[in-house]
């Protein structure tokens, strides 16, 4: 875009203008120069929300979050976010965030806190006394067998399956591809057979 002559001297006269009524625009520029991050660690996340798995920037300071940002080096959501990943950071910075497991007793009304050892130690306890409830070795399934004369018939056979039909699992988006392996052999071990991840849901 060309600048006229006409132009020119119009934005010269407004820069004499500016500058003859002695505006000085040194403390905006040295306000605008210093960022609250300046000094904070930067490190990068993925939003825990959903499946897309979009790339954050977290800045924290004394151990506190103060910021987060969309990665713009990130290959998925290339510095963007939705609202939900733009307000990220309120799950470290909320006063009414839980930060000890709740539980309430089966048939109560009123949730507790309780320590991380007892919660874990219950679920595991619950975890086992279901798959042992729920554990099959063996299942009937009709299959159909050649007989001397080459007629077919239906016999019931036992298979061997080892699953448990008592516990299913849903997988996080937060995980990234070497959590959901492992976490995969993990439960496929307990015998584990209804299985999903929140990427497909």
Known sequence: M???????IKLSGGTVLVASLGVNLDPAKAYAKDLRIKNAKQTTTVCP??????????????????????????PINEGALCAKGASVWQLANNETRVKKP???????TAWKEVEW????????????????????????????EKLADGTEVEVEK??????????????????DNEECYILQKLIRSWGLVYVEHQARI
């Open 102 to 108: 709740m539980y309430r007793e089966p048939g109560g």
């Open 49 to 74: 929300y959903c499946s897309v798995g979009c790339g954050i920037l977290v800045h924290a300071e004394n151990g506190k979050i103060i910021n987060t940002e969309g990665d713009p080096d990130h």
């Open 117 to 144: 050892d007892w919660a874990l130690d219950r679920i595991a306890k619950l975890v086992k006394e279901s798959r042992d409830k729920s554990f099959k070795t063996v299942s009937k399934h009709k299959v159909k």
């Open 158 to 175: 036992d298979l061997v399956v080892n699953r448990t039909e008592g516990i299913a699992h849903v997988g996080s988006a937060a995980l």
């Open 2 to 8: 060309g600048v006229s002559r006409r132009d020119f």
